[in-house]
């Protein structure tokens, strides 16, 4: 008993913060180390962001629909690289209302295979808590509803309230949704949506020594 509550006193107090320190490759702490001590600091810079700081304005180039836009240059952790990059992060209020169905995540197959076990051997459909099984065929957004992938579509979106159509192709996506349960997880989906044909792109430079001397 006294082990139990052991355990769960210490789940109690790692399930607010996802436990998320102990996630974090040390790579990453240094650089939101670094981030912290120097707000202004980055490692590496968009093309729209060349020669600008924190805070100044930007554009990027290419519709509203393919991410193009006016925004400001923002510093961030990108953890897949463990570097702080400074990018053009797009300020204008963009909204695509694409009436995909919630729900039919499919979580992982650790989860999944405990799952089974479960009700192989209790019988119980009541033990069935996680979603195991991919929706086919994979729902689609309603500017690709009854359309095929690769198929041209035209997505209509609002751009700071006033409305805009684009044309895009209609693309498979996976779609992703974290949660946390004996650990932090990844639920993944499949679907359909329209997408821009060349959404724009974010090419990185190095910072120079020199702009890491003067910002």
């Not at 998320?20 to 600091?41: F, G, K, Y």
């Amino acid at each position: 008993m006294f082990k139990l509550l052991k355990c769960l006193a210490m789940l109690a107090m790692c399930v607010p913060n996802f436990c998320r320190a102990d996630l974090i490759s040390p790579q990453v702490q240094a650089a939101q180390e670094r981030l912290r001590a120097n707000p202004n600091t980055f490692d590496r810079f968009d093309t729209y962001c060349a020669g600008k700081r924190p805070g100044a304005l930007c554009t990027i180039a290419g519709n509203t629909f393919a991410g193009g836009g006016k925004g400001v240059c923002t510093n961030a952790i990108n953890e897949s690289k463990s570097s702080i990059d400074l990018s053009c992060v797009r300020s204008e209020r963009v909204e695509i209302d694409r009436k995909l169905p919630a729900g039919g995540f499919v979580h992982d197959a650790d989860l999944c295979a405990r799952q089974a076990t479960i009700i192989a051997t209790e019988d119980g459909q009541e033990n069935r808590r996680w979603n195991c099984t991919p929706e086919h065929p994979a729902p689609a957004d309603r500017f690709c509803r009854g359309k095929a992938v690769g198929s041209a579509c035209t997505a209509e979106l609002s751009r700071e309230g006033s409305m805009e159509k684009h044309a895009g192709v209609c693309t498979a996506a996976t779609e992703t949704e974290n949660f946390y349960y004996q650990g932090r997880r990844l639920a993944k989906r499949e679907v359909i949506k329209c997408e821009p044909g060349q959404p724009a792109k974010h090419i990185y430079a190095p910072a120079s020594w020199r702009q890491k001397l003067f910002r």
